[in-house]
Structures are given as C-alpha cells and as structure tokens.
C-alpha cells in the first residue's frame, strides 16, 4: 500500500494547489518542508499554473515547526521552503483556516498573499515553548506590520484572531464562505498577474517606525522585566525583531538563526517543551475504550455560594454554559450573586474584560431556590462547606432529584469521594472536581476517582473541564488528592524552618526568585490564615501525634488573619496589598522557637529552596508509587496550574530531575537522620537513587 503523501499538489482552473496534509494539525515534521519545496516548484515549472495557493488538509493550516523534533540533530536543510516560496516568480497564496502558528505563520509570512476565514489564529507562539521564530518570522512580521506590533505578538506568543490580524495588516482579506479552497483559487485567479509580486521581505516602509521610536525595544525589556526574570526568550524574541530594523534583511535572518541556536537546547526550551506535552499527557487516561459514551455537558448547577462556588460558576458562564446557583437560604445565593456581579466589575474596571461581555456572561448565570430547579441539569458541582456532615445530605438531595445519566461531581478539597458517594444509589456517577482558588482563574480542575465512578464519568468531568478552559487532571482519592497532598509537606517545611530561624520574607525572596510570582508567605496572608489554623486544628483533634505549627497559630490569636486584617505574616498599609516585613512577627517568631526550646540559626537560600521542594518531591514519590497519580508529569502539570510553578522550570519532578534523583536522596536521608521520621525516603525514591533513572520514566516503572 502507497503512503498518503503529505504534501498534495494538483492543478485547478490555472491554480496549483498545494495541500500539506500530516495529521492532527500539519506540523512542519520530517518530509513536509520537502514536500513544500517539490510542489512549489511544480508549479512553477508547469506552464499551466499562473498562481499558487497554499493551504492545509484537515483542521488546520500549519501548526508549526514539529516541537518533537527540536533538541535533537537534525541536518541543515539545503534549502528552507521560506525561501523557496518567496522566491518564486509566480504569486503564492497561503489560504488559512485553524491555526497558522510558528513556522506555519512564517510559511504564509513568505508567501505573497494571505487570505483567512473569520475563525482562524495566526501567532508566532515560538517563545512560549523557549525559543522564538526561526523561520524568518522575527524578520518578515515587523516588515509587514511594523517592529512594535511584531514585537508584541512574538514577546507574548498569543494567538491573533483572523478579523484582528486582518486588522495589523498580516491577512489581506477575510474570506466567508464555507469552501476555503474554491475562495482561494478564485482570489489566486484574480491575483495571478499582477506584478512585481509583493514580498514582505521588500516591505521596508514600516521599519522606519523604529527609528521615530529609538526607545521601544529598552521599554519592551523593561516592561516584561518581571515577568520574564530568570528566561532568555523573551528577550532573544526582542533582540531579532530589534535586528530586523538595523540590518539588511538576510543579515537580519542569520541574526535570527544564531539567536535561535542559542535558545533551542537550553534548560529554559527543554523544560517549556516538556511542559508543553504534558499538558497533552495529562489529558489521556489509559486503557480507556473508545466506544464509551461520554456524558455531554450543556447546562451546569452549583451548590453553594461561597467564594469557591461563585468563581465555579463564573467558570461555566466564561465559556457559554448556563449555569443554576442554590444555596440554604435566598438571601446566601444573593450574597453570591453579588460577589459575582462585584468581581466581573472589577475585571471591567481593569480592563481585562469588556463590558458588552459581561452583559453576556452574568445573565448565563441564575440563582435558585430549591434543587428541584436544578434536576434537569447535565451536571452538577457541589462547593459547600468543607465537611462531610454537610456534604452528605447535599448528595443524599441531589441522588434524589437529579435525572439519570447527570454528573455528581463535588468540590472538596480533601473529604473521601467514596464516603459521599454512599449516601447516593448511584456511586458510578460520583466523582470529584477540585477547583483551586480562585476557581474562576486558577487552570487546573483535578478529577477525583471513587472506588466506583465509572469512566464514563471521569472521562465526563475530564471533558468538563476541558469545556470550560481548565487542564483536567486525573487524581487518585487519597488525603488530599494529587494536588494539595504533594504541597502538603511544602506548607509544613516553610513554617518549621521559620521556627529555625529563617525570615517569611528570606523564604518568600528564594521563592520569587526562583520564579514564583509571590512567596508562599505572602500567598498565605493573602488566602487567609485563619483558613489553615482551622483545618491544623480539626487534624489536631483527628490526630494527637499531629505536629502543630504554633507560631501561625499565635498569629491567628493575635487576630493577624492576612491581608483582610491588615496584618498576617506581614503587615500591611491601608488600601495596599502590598506586604511590609513585620518587627512584631519577628519577636513572635524568636518568642515562640525559645518557648519550643529551638535553637535559631541561619539558612541559605539553596537549603530553603530545598527543603520546601524536596519535602514535596517526596511525597509526590509517595503518591506515584501508590499509583494515584498516573505519571510524574501529571503532577508537574499540576504544579505549574494549580501552584504556579514556575513553567520554565518544568514542573516539580521536571526540576527535580536536573539535580538527580541520587542528590534529591542523598539529601533526604541527611534530614531524615537529622529531622526523624517526616523525611523518611519514599521507596521510589530510595530505587530510583540505587538503580539509576529518572522520575519522569519513574511512571512506566511503577505501572509496569
Ligand atoms: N509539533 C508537534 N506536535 C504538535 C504540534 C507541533 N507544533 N502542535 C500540536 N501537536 C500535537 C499535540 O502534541 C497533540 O498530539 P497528541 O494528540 O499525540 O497528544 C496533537 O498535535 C493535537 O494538539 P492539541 O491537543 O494541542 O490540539 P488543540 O486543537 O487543542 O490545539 C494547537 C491545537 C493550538 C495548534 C496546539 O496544538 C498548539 O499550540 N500547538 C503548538 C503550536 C506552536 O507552538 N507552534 C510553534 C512551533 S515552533 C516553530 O514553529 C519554530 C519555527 O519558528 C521554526
């Protein structure tokens, strides 16, 4: 049997087609470039062609370079289809529908004319996978579109509508319609003879720009300066673009390829690639069949008000679902309401959402009064308080009204998803849907699985999620999930090392620099003391060998509840989040270690940095082994969504990897000698040292 190839060309009415055609989304992948540069010069060798489109099979256009192929040798091509294509002396047109994104944009960059139907993206995402255009993108755009428009699609990597990239100047023309081919060879028709051709490399009316502007590639630096500390990208992405204003545009391309070579091997590309597949990992839950029927959701309810259940709902109406709130009494759903009416005004306020959208979304969201209103729902997530005596009736409720083939789907943080679900007749469609806080913002939704939920149901909450913008990660229904449990010992670490004598504002600097956005200090002030004093003291009552954290306890006495009291961990002026280092919270600190009898001593930064990871490394060895999670890079992801991790770093077990499981043991054991039983090694951990390996391929040993 002949292959498929992946680059189809044939002749209609005058017009080579050129179809690249390598499912899912037409990455650049080994043969497609080559395929690119044969059918280009077909039709340019065949008299019978007078223009040429090219254009992508199946759902999309071009997604880019193919991301699994960089990192490893690869040979220089002879000649690179950008070239090939710009090059010719008849008309190409690049006819986009899906996505035109990194090397897929740069194709249609290089050709002469791009058209594009109203739903598709163009981008130059290059950067959020570490490295930035490399196929003259960082050249042509700011030619086409002028350096500052350039310079900001390719520093922030977002994908541009079609209407709005019409708009800068990167599509010529929207096309309607439903047959993108037959537009397109009409529109190379109408263009076919009409000379010279328009190369954007020629284009250098706009690069003019730069020199009435001399400051905005420092002011660009200094604008991402926070947000792109420890990453080389950013600036790389800046210094090209920069480039394409200074130099010729072929010097300006080898600038490009040098800079490009400096980005694709380093830690920084390895780490966003990694991060980039897992996210697409994360997704698949194996030994599924492909047969099942998977619950589909259109209408949402939300049991419960409070903060979690308000910023549940706001996640269901952000992407079109209508969504029903209950609460106890009419007055607590109004109290709901109103904080949600308050946080999308805010967002108005900020700019970040337009108000014709909030007009869209808040009506999507309806308050009710009794679950009978809510029977007809596809699914329903329940977010009231946090305690099994109050979860149970909720559940025994909606087993009773809710219709057959609903979703049962509960959002706690830590109660057991089995022990709800025997107050129902129907465990199989129980499960959990732990959202983080802020529920409306945070991307990650772990799925809970109960002894009994069907697939069809996880697989139902997985989709879910996916529906309404979240990473939908699988988790075991172990004390705290995936998530939270694999944090856990982080939370604990970073207080008993204030007991020792480390600073919350040392703590929280190693962090932020490390690349946290805020110290986890500063992140609990902001969450609220109060809420971990109240969850350490049912443990207590639970537990008398529970290790009780005395000093965050003294501070919740003393009414320091965080940045709503003015004070937590530190302290706080009027109308200002900002957190100020507290002499009062040193004294508490250094009264209650002597209380204790702990000697107070110094730390470095690395053994801060350590110590807070390692201990979650740990348990996340722990939880691996006990198989509830799937793969390392599941917690990774989760990680990077649920704690915000830092992406460059790849996840937890990603950074891990780079000091070694045989240094992560080494210095476990040198704690657990020292510390006692809480550092004791995970067994993974323990083999992984002794054998040899990594945590990443950790996964296949423990399943296999
Ligand atoms: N290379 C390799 N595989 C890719 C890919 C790429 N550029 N883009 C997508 N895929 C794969 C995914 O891994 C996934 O594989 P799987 O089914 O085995 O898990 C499959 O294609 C489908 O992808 P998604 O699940 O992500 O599909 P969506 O429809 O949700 O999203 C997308 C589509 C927006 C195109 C998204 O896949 C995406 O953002 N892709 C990456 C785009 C990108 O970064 N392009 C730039 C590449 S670098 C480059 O071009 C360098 C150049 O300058 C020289």
């Excluded at 594009?116 to 086409?144: D, F, N, W």
């Excluded at 010729?248 to 991060?275: H, M, Q, V």
Aim: hydrophobic share 40%; proline share 6%.
């Amino acid at each position: 049997m002949s292959e498929k190839p992946l680059v189809r060309f044939d002749i209609e009415d005058g017009i080579g087609v050129i179809t690249i055609d390598n499912p899912p989304v037409n990455a650049l992948g080994p043969g497609v470039s080559d395929g690119i540069i044969a059918a280009v010069e077909q039709g340019e060798n065949d008299p019978r062609v007078k223009a040429m489109v090219l254009m992508g099979a199946g759902r999309s256009f071009i997604a880019g370079a193919d991301i699994r192929q960089f990192g490893k040798p690869r040979p220089t091509p002879a000649r690179r289809s950008y070239d090939v294509i710009d090059q010719t002396s008849k008309p190409i047109v690049a006819a986009i529908h899906g996505f035109a994104l990194g090397g897929g944009l740069e194709h249609a960059l290089a050709c002469h004319y791009r058209i594009a139907v109203p739903s598709a993206k163009v981008g130059l995402p290059e950067v959020l996978i570490g490295i930035l255009p490399g196929g003259g993108g960082t050249q042509r755009l700011p030619r086409l579109i002028g350096p500052k428009a350039a310079m900001e699609l390719i520093v922030s990597g977002r994908h541009v509508p079609a209407p709005e990239a019409k708009q800068l100047g990167i599509i010529d023309e929207l096309v309607e319609g439903t047959d993108l081919r037959r537009e397109a060879i009409s529109y190379a028709q109408r263009i076919a003879d009409r000379r010279p051709l328009p190369r954007v490399r020629d284009m250098n009316d706009k690069i003019a720009q730069a020199q009435a502007d001399p400051g905005m590639f420092e002011a660009m630096r200094k604008s991402i300066a926070r947000k792109a500390r420890n990453q080389q990208a950013p600036y790389h992405c800046i210094a090209a673009v920069e480039a394409s204003t200074r130099e010729p545009f072929e010097e300006g391309l080898k600038t490009e390829r040098r800079l490009f070579g400096e980005l694709e091997n380093a830690d920084e590309a390895k780490a966003l690639r990694y991060a980039f597949f897992a996210e697409r990992e994360v997704t698949k839950i194996p030994g599924q069949s492909k047969d099942m029927v998977i619950p589909e959701i259109k209408t949402a309810a939300v049991i419960g008000a409070g903060t979690m259940g308000g910023g549940i709902a706001m996640s269901f109406a952000d992407f079109g679902f209508p969504v029903k709130i209950l609460d106890v009494t009419p007055e607590a759903v109004e109290k709901g309401m109103q904080r949600i009416r308050d946080n999308y005004a805010i967002s108005v306020k900020r700019g970040s959402l337009k108000q014709e959208e909030m007009e869209k979304r808040l009506p999507r969201i309806q308050a009710v009064d009794s679950f009978e209103a809510i029977a007809d729902c596809d699914v329903v997530v329940e977010a009231v308080f946090e305690e099994m005596s109050v979860k149970k009736p909720v559940f025994a409720k909606l087993d009773a009204v809710m219709k057959p083939g609903a979703l049962l789907l509960t959002n706690s943080s830590a109660l057991d998803i089995d022990e709800i679900a025997t107050v129902t007749k129907r465990p199989e469609a129980v499960a959990g849907a732990h959202f983080f806080s802020p529920a409306n913002v945070m991307k990650l939704l772990e799925v809970v699985v109960g002894e009994k939920s069907a697939p069809s149901t996880i697989a139902g909450a997985m989709k879910m999620g996916r529906s309404i913008g979240k990473i939908s990660a699988y988790a075991g229904n172990t004390d705290g999930f995936v998530a939270n449990r694999s944090r856990a010992p982080f939370n604990t670490e970073m207080v008993l090392m204030v007991e020792e004598g480390a600073l919350p504002e040392q703590v929280d600097k190693v962090m932020v620099d490390f690349g946290y956005p805020m110290g986890p200090f500063a992140v609990g002030d902001l969450a609220g003391l109060d809420i971990g004093a109240a969850s350490r003291r049912r443990r207590a009552a639970a537990d008398p060998n529970y290790r009780k954290l005395p000093i965050p306890d003294r501070l919740v006495e003393l009414g320091r509840y965080g940045q709503k009291t003015g004070a937590g961990w530190y302290r706080y002026e009027k109308g200002d989040r900002t957190p100020h280092p507290d002499p009062a919270v040193k004294r508490i600190i250094e009264e209650v270690a002597q209380q204790m009898g702990i000697q107070q001593r110094a730390f470095t930064d690395e053994e801060i940095l350590r110590r807070l990871l390692f201990a979650s490394v740990n348990e996340a060895c722990k939880i691996l082994e006990e198989g509830k999670a799937l793969r390392a890079s599941d917690v990774d992801v989760m990680w990077l969504h649920g704690f915000g991790f830092p992406r460059y770093r790849g996840g937890l077990f990603f950074w891990a990897d780079q000091i070694g499981p045989k240094e992560v043991y080494r210095q476990i054991e040198e704690w657990h000698q020292r510390y006692g039983a809480r550092w004791k090694p995970a067994d993974l951990l323990q083999r992984l040292a002794e054998r040899g390996g990594s945590f990443r391929e950790a996964t296949a040993e423990v399943a296999g």
